[in-house]
């Protein structure tokens, strides 16, 4: 349908971007839109999104209806359609112009829409499933389960959420996997420089990092041409001299698991062949389990336990990081990779299902019910007490999801005893350890239901006389009348 045909004013919803928009960001950010690959930004608008994706070397072209109809609308390997199907009144349009895209991507289907927590900025009328605004232009928001649901639906693939309201559907389940393998351990692969003359150190290192040899094609062609020339034997003499054996016998722990988070995640988001997987994960269950058939009963067994309350609740109370409260565990991102295995599980699923939010400090698990939350804490290192922006909350019976902002707020919630949302050993453990024990002596604990929020806390700060500076607590200098 041409835009004559249009019942609103869809072409002014399209906004001049001072920078890359968020979906492109973060397929940028995921490497799907490596500089090989031909993009078509399908609904492209002004255009702002090519011509920031040109900068960054994209191989990149544009179609909007409205604003560059006579573009080449050509098969791509990723295709973008970024916050368009939020603007089609018509149901039956919008899964038609979801298939016209999808039919021109070769590699991957990037679909964003607008979400339902922003209701309260949208004004105006029903029309249909969806809101009409003064300007005349559409709206219809989506929950992230419909929308993900809709892209399943039209492209017959299973999807995975990048971030609420950014779906990825993939051509090939190889590509799928290898995405969600690099959400779970994102640094696995080569780190180390390519330089011929250190090929062996680099090599040593892989193993002690990974728990096993990288085969020769993990490894930087430079790199491998050097190795291929050793013999197996002597390979095997010079690891066994150099490495470490206490630094591979952990690293081929936390592969292990790794592996089995990743055959869990698998299977929660619809299990793909063998030969579909990874390279570097097929290599992994050789060399870590007695066959993939045992890899996948132990992986079934984990996602199993993610539905067993006692067993999660054990997890929490066993976990290394985190602090537990009668109803949740709650953990700062850097020590997410802590958590036992199923916690781990329990995070990831609820994000490939309604997605990660791009920013967030903590992550919250109930752990009577399943729903994980993001929490934003944008001062978290700075402020003794950080205060909350924004909470994501993810439900994993309904795969819905909610957002709630706290900006604005004049009496947000705020955390204490930083330290334990970190692991033992991070390095900003013992300062804010030293705080908290200071504020226990000063008595600002006294009255822990006063202290959840903000003005609370000012109270029993006052009534303390007590205030920070930086990360240490000092008595307060009250203002007196000069002169
Ligand atoms: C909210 S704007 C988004 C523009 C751009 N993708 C961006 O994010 O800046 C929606 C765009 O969808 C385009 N559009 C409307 N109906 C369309 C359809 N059936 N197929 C493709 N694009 C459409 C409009 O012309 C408009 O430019």
């Avoid at 608008?45 to 604003?67: I, M, Q, S």
């Avoid at 780190?191 to 250190?198: C, F, L, N, R, V």
Wanted: hydrophobic content about 40%; charged content about 25%.
């Amino acid at each position: 349908m041409g835009e004559a045909g249009w019942a609103t004013e869809r072409q002014r919803t399209a906004i001049a971007r001072s920078r890359l928009s968020v979906p492109a960001r973060q397929a940028f950010a995921d490497g799907q839109l490596l500089s090989g690959r031909r993009i078509l930004d399908f609904g492209c608008g002004r255009g702002d999104d090519v011509r920031a994706l040109e900068r960054l070397e994209c191989h990149v072209t544009g179609w909007d209806p409205h604003f560059q109809p006579d573009s080449q609308r050509s098969p791509a390997d990723v295709v973008l359609l970024t916050y368009v199907l939020n603007v089609i009144e018509d149901q039956v349009e919008r899964r038609e112009t979801l298939r016209a895209a999808w039919a021109l991507a070769t590699a991957v289907l990037v679909v964003s829409a607008r979400l339902t927590w922003e209701r309260s900025k949208v004004n105006g009328g029903q029309l249909g499933d969806g809101v009409v605004t003064g300007r005349r232009t559409f709206q219809h928001l989506f929950t992230t389960h419909e929308l993900r649901q809709l892209v399943e639906d039209i492209t017959g693939s299973r999807c995975v959420a990048a971030a609420p309201g950014i779906i990825y559907a993939f051509r090939e389940e190889t590509a799928r996997l290898s995405y969600l393998a690099r959400r779970i351990a994102p640094d696995l692969g080569w780190t180390g420089p390519d330089d011929p003359s250190t090929a062996v150190e680099s090599l040593v290192r892989y193993v002690e990092r990974r728990g096993r040899p990288p085969r020769l094609e993990e490894m930087p062609t430079a790199i491998s041409e050097v190795i291929a020339k050793l013999r197996p034997a002597i390979l095997r003499n010079l690891i066994r001299k150099t490495a470490h054996p206490e630094l591979i016998e952990a690293s081929a722990r936390q592969s292990t698991l790794n592996t089995l988070l990743f055959l869990a995640l698998e299977l929660f988001n619809g299990r793909g062949r063998f030969t579909s997987l990874p390279l570097s994960i097929q290599w992994d269950i050789r060399a870590f389990f007695s066959s993939y058939q045992e890899a996948c009963r132990r992986a079934d067994r984990l996602l199993l336990k993610l539905r067993d309350d006692a067993y999660v609740r054990g997890a929490m109370s066993a976990s290394r990081v985190g602090k537990l409260t009668p109803t949740a565990l709650y953990v700062h991102r850097r020590a997410m990779d802590a958590m036992p295995t199923v916690l781990r599980l329990y995070e990831h699923c609820a994000a490939i299902a309604a997605g990660r939010p791009e920013e967030w400090t903590v992550v919250k698990l109930k752990h009577d019910g399943r729903a994980a939350s993001w929490l934003h804490y944008p001062d978290f290192d700075s402020d003794p007490h950080p205060r909350v922006r924004s909470d994501y909350r993810v439900d994993l019976r309904t795969l819905e999801a909610s957002h709630r902002s706290y900006e604005g707020s004049t009496n947000r919630p705020l955390l204490h005893r930083k330290h334990e949302f970190l692991a033992p050993d991070d390095p900003d453990t013992a300062l804010y350890q030293r705080l908290t024990a200071e504020e226990v002596r000063a008595g600002l604990y006294a009255n822990p239901h006063l202290i959840g929020t903000e003005a609370g806390w000012e109270a029993e700060l006052a009534r303390c006389g007590r205030d920070f500076r930086g990360h240490r607590l000092v008595k307060r200098e009250w203002d007196h009348p000069s002169g």
